[in-house]
């Protein structure tokens, strides 16, 4: 028998692509409990009203100070080089 969520106070809908990239965020660059907690209550926030959210939503999910910080893994460093040699 199949409930109906869309009756549940905590209900929202994230689209796939927001999905996936929330869950990268999560694996590669969180560093707290108190970032998932910032991001489901900006979630939690921004699905009042049963709006859809998607990647136009993403950077309003994520913690500021993590957005503004620059990855630091060697293969980050990496691809920048290559982005940025002019020969």
Known sequence: ????????????????????RLFEFIREEHT??????????????MCDGGI??????YESIIPREK????????EHNYEYNQTTHVE
């Open 1 to 20: 028998m199949k409930e109906k969520f869309l009756d549940e106070a905590e209900c929202c809908r994230l689209s796939i692509p927001l999905i996936l």
């Open 67 to 74: 957005m503004m910080q620059p990855k630091a893994s060697a």
């Open 32 to 45: 707290s409990d108190e970032d998932l907690h910032f991001m489901a209550e900006r979630i939690s926030e």
């Open 52 to 57: 859809r959210l998607t990647m136009n939503h």
